[in-house]
Each structure stands twice: as structure tokens, then as C-alpha cells.
């Protein structure tokens, strides 16, 4: 740290500047660096309200696909996912619009902005959709929090850096990032732990209510330093004294001019595009991941959810560990490389599950847990680090540098998030028309099942049969393939059942061990006799039609009467099962084939989708060159105490004037 970089504006009195500065102080200003207790709490109700509004924005990708096709957006506004996903975008890009506007926040201040959002996201919550009852209704509306959210992003941020000095930088935008994280945190346990039949209305109600309090509690005890306070950098509470009193002389307005000139370089822009890259599996997680694992997995809306709670449990103890490690070492680089690499690996194991159905819940625990700790360990002190190079360029333009990362973040996500149902296409099928063909499959369970064996193993037999139902050479194979027996055999149980159908039947009724003393001797009169009884007492036949038909029975070979004994009630099941498909309506049957397919195809195009993920984190490593900060704890402590030298001159000069 530098002398020259430790404070914005003049070095001494500015008499103009002095004017300036003393404009009146609004409501919501302090004139001075607030103690301890005000501090925290302002800090504390900062982060609260970003968990709320996080909350509030985040509840829809939770309650989008419903369960059954029942109680979800998509379903009850009759949403395609396309449309879904457009509605984020917009979103997305509505927020990026209104971060990089929010830049006036060095101007207007805070406080305002994060009351007022407070508000609107509130009323658009609790009464908004609500009263929206199509989509294009909820497509308003949500595009409308969207916007709040993205003035937030930028407001909420510059109050922590106003109020945390740097070394304690990385706690500070350790507790403001679990905003989000323990926002997406909250939706999960109030998704899992309510009913299935709770409508998703009432979730937003009850988002909307706690929005209100959160405004009310805004307003009445949030603060903001002025703008000669807040303009100036501040490396550790001791320089607090040395703050205000310059504070006196700094001229705001110059220091404000031109304040997107003074931001939009190469080392902010780019850093911004490298954590909005690194994040993309982040926002995958907050608005896919309850459709990804309800629609590829078969989890229950509430299991689904029930993940994101240990993957944001897991993802907000990291912030906090990882901010104060990393402000206790004075370092941010390093754990940023960690947490890249380890968020590499993690999200690698992740995409090559998708394509394991059979992958248990337990499994997805720990991989997401994981990837969670390595997202927070690579986040906090990044987002400490980029605060502190947007200082170096003008403390006094903290809000301008965060609308830049505000805006290139949400197009960023917005980009990703539009790709979503281009790289994966099927999800409007399996949340649309899953839960009839789930429907449909329980009425039918032989049947469908059978049908989905074939397709599965010989997809040409079951076009082939689909296209011509009655063709013999694909109907035998179709019977082979179903039920495993060779075509040659099956071949020859259908002959043999056509021609000594009442022979087969009567074989049926005799019990095993007198079968198997025929096959053996088909002469012996105390086997044959007691074969006649069993025939008779099972069809209710006479005597001599029993004779008759074991006397059929004997002139079948013994080879092929083993073969009917081992394959020939598995050929028969397979046979009727098929027959009783071929009986489904040809609409029930569309729909089957339709949803099975989607069922095929989604978890590979989840799985490259999840690549892209991997290459944004990949991309974030070389990128991180370019903040500011030390890699050496031993050179972050030499820099340290360099300043505190310097401040204490300063504070000398100004006491000998």
C-alpha cells in the first residue's frame, strides 16, 4: 500500500471542496465513522436484506416444474421451459441495465436504493404474481424483480465496502455473499419442508411478508457514510481518524467525474467477466438444479430441493472460514487458485454422474457439498480483491466499479442461462409431458415396461414393429429381445404353441415332478395316471380329453419339450405384454415414446451443458493476475506496516497544522 493510493482527493483543505462537501446531510448519512455496534449493525441488516431479495428472486427455479405435472409455473401457466428460460434471460438483462445505472448510487447514496428495492420486490411478491394468472402476467412481474435485484447487486455491496477497511475486507464480503448463498439456502428448506400440495402462490406470499419487515427494519436503522467519508480508502480502522479529517477538504465532485471512463479498464471489466464466467455452474445450481435432478433423476420436488440445502450450508460455512483466513494471511490470490481448481474438479465428477440414473442421493451430497465449499473459497476473497482494484483506480467510485461488474455479470449469466434449453431441449418434454406418460406407464406397468426394454436394446425392432405391427420376422425379434430367449427358440415355442396349444395348457396343470417323470419315460402308467387327475382337475376336462391331450403332449420331441418347460412361459409373458402395449391408444403411446425419448437424450446434454461450466472456471484462473493484492502473507504484512507508518505521519502533519 502506498501512500499515494491511501486516499482520494486533495491532501489538504480545499476550501471549494470544503463547500461542496457541505451540502446537507441527508437522513440516512453519518458525518462520521460510525463505532463498532452502529457498524455491525448496519452491516447485519445489509446482509439480511441481500438474503431476503436473493430469496425472493431465487424462489422460482425451486417451484418451476412442480411434481407429477402438478403445482409448478410451468405447468399451471402452461409454460413451455423455452419460455421459462426467456423470462430469465430478460430478467438477467433487465438487472444488468439496471446495475449499470445503479453507478449513480456514489451519487444519490445507498440507503435509498436498498430500501426502496426492499419495497417493490415486496409488493411485486406478495401481490404481484399472486394476481399474475398467465404467464406473460408472471413473465412481468418476474422480469420486474429482476430489475430490483440488479440495483441491489450494486447498492448492497458498496454499503460493505463503505463500512469494512481492508484487512477485514474478506469477512465482510464473506458475510455479504452469503446473501445469495443463504438466500438459495432459504428457498431450499422452505421448498423441502412444506407440502408437495402447497401452492406455489402462497410461496411468493410468504416471501413478499418477509420482505416487508426486512424494508420496515431498512428503513428506521440503515446508514450510510457521507460522501467525503466513504470516498477515501480506508486499510484498517486506524486510519479512521485520518478519514475524517479529511473527509473536511476532499472535493466529491471532481472525484467523480467521469466515473465509467475512470472504471471501465481492462483489470475491472476483465476481472468482472472472470468471476461471472467461474459462477455459471453457481447459477445453474440456483435455477436448473431442482428441474435437473426432478426430471433426470425422478426426485420429488421436495428432494430435490432438500439438496440445496446442503449445497448452500456448505457453500455459506465456506465463506465465512475462507474471509477470515484469508484477511488473518492478508492474501486473496491464493485461495482463489484453490478454490478454482478444487470447483474444476468437483464440477467434472458432477457432469459425468448425469449420465448414471442409478447414482444415489447420498452421492449428490457430497458432490455438491464439495463444489460448494470450493466456490465460496475461490468467491469471498475475490470479491474482497476486486473491491480493493476498483480502490486503487478511485475509492471514491466504489458503486461505479461494482454497477461495471453488476452489468457484465448479468449478461454473462444471461448468455448462459438462454443456452440452457439449446444445449438441453428436452426438458420442456419431461416437465410437459412426464408426468402423464408416469400416468400412463402406472396403468399399463407390464406393458410399458416391456416396451421400454425394447426400445432400450433394439431400437430398429421397436421402429420396426411401431411402423408395421404386424410384422412376423419383427415381432419374434421383439419377443426375443423382451424376454431374452434366443429368436431361434422363440421361433420354435410359436410353433409349437400353434400347433399343440391344448397339449401346452394341459402341461401346465401337472406338477413339476411329474413332468419331469414323463420327460424321462413317457410310458410310465403311475406318472401318466396321476397326470390325467391333474389335467382334469385343472381345465375341468374328461378323462379321455386329458388322455388325449397328453398323448399330443408325447409326440413333441423331449429336446423341444425342455425348451417349452425353461423358455416357454418367459415367451409367452413377453408376447402378451407386447400385445397388450400394441393395445394403448396410439395417443397414450406418443406420449410415452416422446417423454422416453427426452428421457435418453437429457442427461448427455445436461453433462455437455455442465462442460461449459468447466470452462468458465478454467478461464477464471488466468484472469486472476490481474487484481490487485499480494501472493506472499510475509509481502501482504511488509505492505501493512508501511502503511501504518505512513498513516501515523499523516495524522502528525495534520496535528502540527
Not at 445469495?180 to 401452492?199: A, H, M, R, Y
Not at 411468493?204 to 424494508?215: H, K, M, P, S
Not at 454473462?412 to 406407464?441: R, Y
Request: proline share 5%; glycine share 8%.
Amino acid at each position: 500500500m502506498t501512500a499515494t493510493s491511501a486516499t482520494a482527493g486533495p491532501t489538504r483543505p480545499d476550501p471549494a471542496g470544503a463547500a461542496r462537501a457541505s451540502r446537507p446531510t441527508r437522513r440516512t448519512e453519518l458525518d462520521r465513522y460510525p463505532t463498532s455496534g452502529r457498524r455491525f449493525l448496519c452491516l447485519a441488516i445489509v446482509v439480511i436484506a441481500t438474503i431476503v431479495l436473493y430469496y425472493q428472486f431465487y424462489l422460482a427455479g425451486a417451484v418451476a416444474a412442480g411434481t407429477n405435472g402438478k403445482n409448478g409455473i410451468l405447468v399451471d401457466t402452461h409454460m413451455s421451459f423455452v419460455f421459462y428460460v426467456n423470462i430469465s434471460v430478460v430478467g438477467y438483462l433487465l438487472g444488468a441495465a439496471a446495475s449499470f445505472v445503479t453507478g449513480v448510487a456514489d451519487r444519490v447514496g445507498r440507503v435509498n436504493i436498498v430500501t426502496a428495492g426492499l419495497v417493490v420486490v415486496a409488493l411485486l411478491c406478495l401481490l404481484g404474481i399472486p394476481l399474475a394468472d398467465s404467464k406473460m402476467g408472471f413473465a412481468v412481474v418476474f422480469a420486474a424483480i429482476g430489475l430490483v435485484e440488479g440495483m441491489i447487486l450494486v447498492a448492497t455491496p458498496a454499503l460493505i465496502r463503505d463500512f469494512s477497511p481492508q484487512l477485514g475486507r474478506a469477512s465482510a464480503m464473506g458475510f455479504w455473499t452469503l446473501g445469495p448463498v443463504l438466500g438459495s439456502l432459504v428457498v431450499s428448506l422452505q421448498i423441502s419442508n412444506t407440502s408437495v400440495t402447497t401452492p406455489w402462490h402462497d410461496q411468493y406470499i410468504a416471501a413478499g411478508i418477509a420482505g416487508l419487515v426486512i424494508a420496515a427494519l431498512s428503513a428506521v436503522f440503515l446508514r450510510e457514510l457521507t460522501p467525503g467519508l466513504r470516498d477515501q480508502l480506508m486499510v484498517s480502522a486506524r486510519d479512521r481518524a485520518l478519514v475524517e479529517a479529511r473527509a473536511k477538504g476532499i472535493d466529491v465532485e471532481a472525484s467523480l467525474n467521469h466515473p465509467f471512463r475512470q472504471m471501465l479498464k481492462p483489470d475491472i471489466v476483465l476481472s468482472a467477466f472472470a468471476i461471472s464466467v467461474f459462477l455459471i455452474i453457481y447459477y445453474v445450481a440456483v435455477g436448473f438444479f431442482p428441474v435437473y435432478f426432478q426430471t433426470i433423476f425422478g426426485f420429488s420436488q421436495s428432494k430435490a430441493n432438500a439438496l440445496g440445502n446442503w449445497t448452500w450450508a456448505f457453500d455459506a460455512g465456506a465463506l465465512l472460514v475462507i474471509g477470515f483466513l484469508s484477511d488473518k494471511l492478508r492474501v486473496r490470490k491464493p485461495f482463489m487458485v484453490l478454490g478454482a481448481l478444487g470447483a474444476i474438479l468437483m464440477t467434472v465428477l458432477f457432469a459425468l454422474r448425469a449420465t448414471h440414473p442409478d447414482t444415489s442421493y447420498s452421492t449428490f451430497v457430497v458432490l455438491v457439498s464439495l463444489l460448494a465449499v470450493f466456490l465460496g473459497v475461490a468467491y469471498a476473497p475475490w470479491m474482497a480483491s476486486f473491491t480493493e482494484t476498483v480502490e486503487k483506480r478511485n475509492p471514491a467510485l466504489a458503486a461505479t466499479g461494482l454497477a461495471v461488474w453488476g452489468l457484465v455479470i448479468r449478461i454473462v449469466i444471461a448468455a448462459s442461462v438462454f443456452i440452457v434449453p439449446h444445449v438441453v431441449n428436452t426438458v420442456s418434454t419431461l416437465v410437459e409431458d412426464g408426468g402423464t406418460a408416469q400416468a400412463i406407464a402406472a396403468a399399463h406397468p407390464v406393458a410399458v415396461k416391456a416396451a421400454s426394454t425394447l426400445q432400450a436394446k433394439d431400437p430398429a425392432t421397436a421402429a420396426a414393429l411401431a411402423k408395421t405391427p404386424g410384422d412376423l420376422q419383427a415381432g419374434v425379434k421383439a419377443v426375443s429381445v423382451v424376454s431374452g430367449v434366443p429368436v431361434g427358440d422363440v421361433t420354435t415355442i410359436a410353433t409349437l404353441n400353434a400347433q399343440h396349444a391344448p397339449a401346452i395348457a394341459a402341461a401346465k396343470t401337472i406338477d413339476s415332478t411329474t413332468i419331469t417323470t414323463l420327460l424321462t419315460n413317457k410310458t410310465d402308467a403311475s406318472a401318466l395316471t396321476k397326470a390325467v387327475q391333474e389335467v382334469v382337475t385343472g381345465l375341468k376336462i374328461s378323462p379321455a380329453q386329458a388322455q388325449a391331450r397328453i398323448a399330443d403332449l408325447a409326440t413333441i420331441p423331449t429336446p423341444q419339450l425342455l425348451l417349452l418347460q425353461t423358455s416357454g412361459q418367459k415367451v409367452l409373458n413377453a408376447q402378451d405384454a407386447l400385445t397388450k402395449f400394441s393395445e394403448i391408444p396410439a395417443a397414450q403411446r406418443a406420449t410415452l415414446a416422446k417423454a422416453a425419448a427426452a428421457a435418453e437424450q437429457s442427461p448427455k446434454q445436461w453433462r455437455n451443458y455442465f462442460w461449459i461450466a468447466v470452462g468458465g472456471e478454467v478461464v477464471f484462473i488466468p484472469l486472476i493476475f490481474l487484481l490487485t493484492g499480494f501472493w506472499s502473507p510475509k509481502r501482504a504484512r511488509r505492505a501493512e506496516q508501511e502503511h501504518e507508518q505512513w498513516v501515523d505521519q499523516q495524522l502528525a502533519e495534520l496535528g502540527n497544522r
